[in-house]
């Protein structure tokens, strides 16, 4: 689905909700495809903004009594990827906000992105409005990587620092470590 989004973004997949624990490569997987589609599409605008920023500007925006410039600056968006939407519980005015922002980007075939830390229908703090927009394309679960996939991450991470790492130390890492990538990237 993220290499789909990335070849043709705005016309699959859309928009893409990218759901898993912490620490499992949503934002990572994010700005890959955001990478992706700024070499292959240099002429697209891309975004990418942590909901705590996109919170910030909304309330500095509001404050200010210039939401429509912000309504404006992400209208130009070709691209807008929007990471741990589940901080936007509660929040009434910014819920609103992304409402409409969304709807015009949808409505113009422009690429949305999204991430969070459980599925829209689980996002029980947001508006069914919202809920029901974020599922409107595709849902996917990042989920733990398995043993052969941390064992590859571990033997790749030791690799690039160019550390001798013996298998069995290998092994033992990928047996243990088994919930978190950024842990097993640290090691």
């Known amino acids: 689905a993220a290499q789909q989004t990335a070849e043709k973004p705005g016309l699959v997949y859309n928009p893409l909700f990218i759901y898993g624990q912490v620490g499992l490569g949503k934002t990572h997987l994010m700005q890959a495809i955001g990478n992706h589609i700024m070499q292959q599409h240099p002429e697209k605008v891309v975004t990418y903004l942590p909901t705590s920023k996109f919170l910030d ?3 500095e925006s509001i404050k200010k009594n210039k939401l429509h410039d912000l309504i404006n600056k992400l209208d130009n968006v070709d691209v807008l990827m929007l990471d741990d939407v589940q901080f936007l519980a509660w929040k009434k005015q910014t819920q609103e906000e992304l409402y409409n922002i969304f709807n015009i980007l949808y409505e ?3 690429q949305i992105i999204l991430s969070g830390d459980r ?4 996002l029980t703090e947001l ?6 927009r974020f599922e409107w394309g595709i849902t996917v679960d990042i989920g733990e990587p398995d043993y052969e996939t941390r064992l590859a991450i571990i033997q790749e991470k030791s690799r690039a620092r160019e550390f001798l790492l013996p298998s069995e130390v290998a092994e033992f890492i990928a047996e243990n470590v088994t919930t ?3 842990e097993i990237e640290w090691i």
Request: glycine share 6%.
């Open 127 to 132: 508006e069914p409005r919202l809920q029901s």
């Open 119 to 122: 599925p829209p229908k689980e």
């Open 180 to 182: 978190n990538v950024r």
């Open 108 to 110: 113009a075939g422009k």
């Open 57 to 59: 500007e909304v309330i």
